[in-house]
């Protein structure tokens, strides 16, 4: 269970939403055909509208909306009882959100078959860290240091 | 959050008075209600309440209630997603025609006289009891209405609180299945009474 | 030909709508239709600026109304405005911490040196504004191979998740005015009319999501002189801010998506202590969806002339709430320009019969004065 | 978005009546106290609709928030209801309220959404006409701050919009208003009455229909109730006057189609320069020709 160390529960919708939503329906399906899915809540997509704090004056203000969908459901496992998950992405696809929210039951209490979304975790993961260092890469390569520009190290430049 | 899409309760109570196109009905119902003021709408079907469906259509989370008296069933309250408030401060004010409120509920302001409250008065029924006299917009010549239950002491604190259009309050009488509305503007005479 | 009333106007309007479309695929044969993927990555500009000026951030769905309304920005943010109006309040966010943006690009003009670094990251604004020919005829196995070489050519430098901010800095130095977190609800622009006076709350979120020509050339008057603000950017950065809310069932802090984001403050002369502190820099804060820089910019200037019109007055157009506030929104101003194509001939009938009464009374008038007309 | 994100094409579908419901009970909520408040201009928080702002957005909320099954909706812009914003406005009802009918027959409309014209035949009780506004005040005139604006209207105090009119008349010796003629509801408040003819002014007095007017832009809805007095500003000595359809011998002029001297005329140039006069309500005219040709050997005026 060290990938269930590795990646706190924060993390988890960042790393699955990272992938196909394919690979997630395919092992939603295999778990709710374990256990019954309940909805506590219909899944639904909506908006949101997203309050920034200004960084001037700290402020609080309404940079406007994000799509959001979410979905809450129940598994009954005969084993562990019933186990609650849910999902909120910034997204609209409905189908999509219920899916997550089922593997968010199903990795929170670790409930036999939770194995196969773990993995998914991993692969998630591989996707985060490769958009991870392309983002870095255009800050390492345009790095500029002002106060060295002009001296013998760097005479390019004026 | 009155919607049923988001409601968490069985699907049966998701049926009807939460439906849009039942709201969208009863609105017009309303409509005819309010612009002309008297005539006794039907509002609800059987096995609806009549308070029930027109709080249903005009209230969510965006409207503040007062239910003084406690009319509304926990459930209804949290499935019409209203902010429950005090008289004072409240959009609708949900009373029986017995006793009048003790506070003033909101007049408005001579800027924004729409603030003045919605008054929902559930009443034994219409069409029976003690005749009124209206005339005002919305009337034609002059309008009779009979309502039974009211204690006169409303009539005079509308009066009093409508003294200043465009500041006021506006009524909605509500029967079990039927609505009269007397808005702000309705000059009301009471048969027998002067 | 006159004021004429259309007639067969169903038919026109169907018309009008293929005419539309025919164009849009005029290449014909030759042509293939754009993928929104295309537009999202290789307009993400053109993209940036819809999601901003549309208030919503939906970057797939601006590049299919950039799209669908053939590169017109006003009409395709207006898209995205109007498909808002479908679509139910799910829930209210928590306030996002913009510190916690992974960056793509970093500046500060007022330091040589900043905490972090400086990182241009990915701008034009040293390019040499000559013609790419080469692009003219790309080759697509060209054009796949390009990003895989930069991220090879680049070491993975262990840079940090996330960046201190240039203000924070200037603040422990007492040089900036403390931060008054405000404890008033933000004003919510797409719910309540603006009636004056307004918070600056109302007036950060109509400037983030108004039209970027517009805040440009209000915001260039002052720069001009009708206004002295006289700003330097303490820092800009490009980043994607990660969107966190509450587990559903266990409350605890989840990353539910990200949102691309330009952040902008500005610093501006001190004034005379107008609160009993002691003289600090004034700020100016502009922020919006999207990688628009030229928005933010211009959005921190007014800002800051907008706080001195809300204290002392405006003493000129970008100092003036209404007159900003009112005039910047592409949704309104251009749909308003547009409805006067739309057929008034029954006003101007009646146009026409005042100013013949009135002209049918002068004559009469002078003619009964024995003038010659 | 994120790698592989496709839009959820199978839940794209709009709702009945393009808006949400808050937005809907919203709107609702406002044009009952309009109805209580005659010709007061209730605030609402207006929504973005797909077409421009200026086109009819305030109308159509209105609309979309009365509209169900078993209405019968009427659109027309200058009276007419082939005229290209109204085909417009209908096309977009149509589509998505699906289950109601449309119509140009304003006698089988249950609602008639209109932009500068209200109908030549007399509507009833069981008719609602929504307006379309583009200004709502008509002290804008007289005074920029809305907030002062608030307190003029809400003390009917209108003095200042009165000498303006006055200036009018010892300029000109006649009040010059065209359109959009100020109209004091119940006595109180005064009204823009959306850019109809002064012609159609007299038909909001004492009519038996609801009329709604909707200012998407401004983001107000104002009502005259049925019943209710709705009187143009004018003076003793200077009557509000509608417009002259007379010739130059004093004859009303009739239409070129229909014959009628009793409705508002558009002023038509032919290809030849020569002028033309015609009904502006499409039905109308439509109507008494239909008349016509179907009882034999009644002339034409």
Request: glycine content about 8%.
């Amino acid at each position: 269970m060290n990938s269930m160390n590795e990646w706190p529960r924060g993390q988890w919708l960042r790393l699955w939403s990272a992938l196909p939503a394919t690979l997630v329906r395919a092992t939603a399906r295999q778990l709710a055909e374990r256990y019954e899915v309940e909805d506590l809540e219909l899944a639904q997509s909506g908006l949101g509208l997203m309050p920034l704090s200004d960084s001037a004056l700290g402020e609080t203000y309404f940079i406007g909306e994000v799509p959001l969908a979410r979905s809450q459901v129940r598994l009954a496992s005969p084993a562990q009882g019933p186990v609650e998950g849910a999902a909120t992405l910034v997204d609209d696809r409905i189908g999509l959100v219920r899916d997550l929210a089922i593997l968010d039951a199903a990795v929170s209490a670790r409930l036999p078959g939770h194995e196969s979304a773990v993995e998914l975790l991993e692969q998630g993961a591989t996707v985060v860290a490769e958009s991870d260092h392309q983002r870095r890469a255009l800050l390492a390569a345009t790095r500029v240091d002002f106060a060295l520009l002009g001296t013998a190290e760097e005479d390019d430049d004026e | 959050m009155n919607d049923p899409m988001t409601l968490e309760a069985p699907r049966d109570v998701r049926m009807g008075v939460w439906q849009p196109p039942r709201q969208q009905r009863a609105f017009r119902g309303l409509l005819t209600a309010f612009s002309y003021p008297g005539r006794v709408v039907r509002l609800a079907d059987d096995g609806e309440s009549a308070t029930l469906l027109l709080l249903a259509t005009l209230t969510d989370g965006a409207s503040r209630l007062a239910d003084p008296e406690r009319r509304l069933a926990e459930d209804d309250i949290r499935r019409l997603g209203v902010r429950s408030s005090a008289v004072e401060s409240a959009d609708f004010v949900l009373c029986g025609a017995a006793h009048p409120p003790q506070m003033t509920p909101r007049l408005g302001s001579l800027e924004n006289p729409e603030q003045g409250a919605t008054l929902v008065i559930q009443v034994p029924a219409l069409e029976e009891g003690i005749k009124l006299r209206l005339t005002g917009p919305g009337v034609e010549e002059e309008q009779t209405l009979r309502v039974a239950g009211v204690d006169p002491a409303w009539w005079r604190l509308r009066d009093e609180w409508n003294a200043h259009f465009p500041l006021g309050v506006d009524l909605i009488l509500a029967s079990e299945r039927a609505v009269a509305v007397l808005p702000r503007t309705t000059r009301l005479t009471v048969e027998g009474v002067h | 030909m006159g004021y004429v009333a259309i007639k067969g106007g169903g038919r026109a309007i169907a018309g009008a709508e293929a005419a539309m479309e025919a164009l849009r695929c005029a290449e014909g044969e030759a042509g293939t239709p754009l993928t929104l993927a295309a537009i999202e990555q290789q307009l993400r500009l053109l993209t940036s600026r819809v999601v901003s000026e549309g208030g919503l951030y939906h970057p797939r769905l601006a590049a299919l109304a950039i799209k669908q309304m053939q590169g017109d920005t006003l009409e395709a943010a207006f898209a995205l405005r109007a498909y808002r109006s479908t679509k139910p309040r799910l829930l209210d966010l928590p306030v996002q911490e913009t510190r916690q943006m992974r960056l793509i690009r970093r500046i500060s003009s007022a330091f040589k040196d900043i905490p972090g670094g400086q990182m241009l990251g990915p701008t034009t604004d040293y390019a040499l504004r000559l013609m790419r020919l080469d692009l003219a005829d790309e080759s697509p196995e060209a054009f796949r191979s390009v990003s895989r070489r930069f991220l090879d050519g680049v070491a993975d430098n262990d840079l940090p998740d996330s960046y201190p901010k240039v203000v924070d800095a200037l603040r422990e130095e007492g040089l900036l005015p403390p931060l008054t977190r405000s404890r008033e609800a933000a004003f919510d622009i797409t719910r309540d009319p603006l009636v004056f006076p307004v918070p600056r709350s109302a007036a950060l979120a109509t400037m983030a999501r108004a039209e970027t020509g517009s805040l440009l050339a209000i915001a260039y008057s002052n720069m001009r002189g009708y206004g002295d603000v006289h700003p330097t950017i303490a820092e800009l950065r490009v980043g994607y801010l990660p969107v966190v809310l509450p587990h559903p069932v266990t409350g605890e802090p989840i990353e539910a998506g990200e949102v691309l984001v330009t952040e902008c403050e500005v610093v501006a002369m001190y004034e005379g202590a107008d609160s009993d502190g002691p003289p600090t820099f004034t700020l100016g804060y502009g922020a919006c969806f999207g990688h628009n820089e030229v928005k933010a910019i211009s959005m921190a200037i007014l800002d800051r002339a907008l706080q001195k019109g809300m204290r002392d007055g405006p003493a000129n157009p970008s100092e003036d709430p209404e007159f900003v506030l009112l005039h910047v929104d592409g949704v309104d101003s251009m749909g308003f320009a547009s409805h006067y194509k739309m057929p008034h001939y029954v006003t101007f009938q009646s146009d026409m019969d005042r100013l013949r009464t009135t002209q049918g009374k002068a004559d009469a008038a002078q003619s009964s004065q024995g003038v010659e007309s | 978005m994120n790698v592989g994100y496709e839009l959820p094409l199978d839940d794209a579908a709009y709702s009945f009546g393009f808006l949400d419901e808050y937005a809907k009970r919203e709107v609702r909520r406002t044009i009952l106290k309009a109805i209580c408040i005659p010709g007061y201009q209730t605030p609402y928080a207006s929504r973005e609709m797909p077409m421009g702002r200026g086109f009819g957005t305030g109308g159509l909320q209105v609309t979309l928030s009365l509209i169900g099954e078993g209405d019968t909706l009427k659109v027309i812009d200058q009276g007419a209801d082939d005229s290209v914003n109204a085909v417009n406005l209908r096309h977009f009802v149509e589509l998505t309220c699906p289950g109601i009918d449309t119509t140009e027959r304003t006698t089988e409309a249950s609602l008639i959404q209109s932009r500068h014209r209200i109908p030549e035949v007399a509507l009833s009780e069981s008719q609602v006409m929504i307006l379309q506004v583009p200004y709502p005040d008509p002290l804008v005139v007289v005074e920029p701050s809305e907030a002062r604006r608030k307190v003029m209207h809400g003390e009917a105090d209108y003095s200042r919009l009165l000498t303006k009119l006055y200036e009018d008349i010892v300029q000109f010796d006649e009040i010059t208003i065209s359109h959009r003629y100020p109209t004091r509801i119940n006595d109180h408040y005064v009204i823009d009455p959306s850019p109809i003819p002064r012609y159609d002014v007299p038909r909001l007095d004492n009519s038996p229909a609801l009329i709604l007017l909707g200012a998407g832009r401004e983001k107000k809805i104002y009502a005259v109730p049925p019943y209710t007095r709705a009187e143009p500003l004018a003076f003793d000595d200077v009557p509000f006057r509608i417009e002259d359809f007379r010739d130059a011998q004093g004859k009303r002029r009739p239409c070129a189609r229909c014959g009628a001297t009793d409705s508002f005329l558009d002023e038509l140039i032919d290809d030849d320069g020569n002028k033309q006069w015609q009904c502006s309500d499409s039905d109308y005219c439509h109507s008494r020709l239909a008349e016509r040709d179907t009882i034999p050997g009644e002339a034409m005026s």
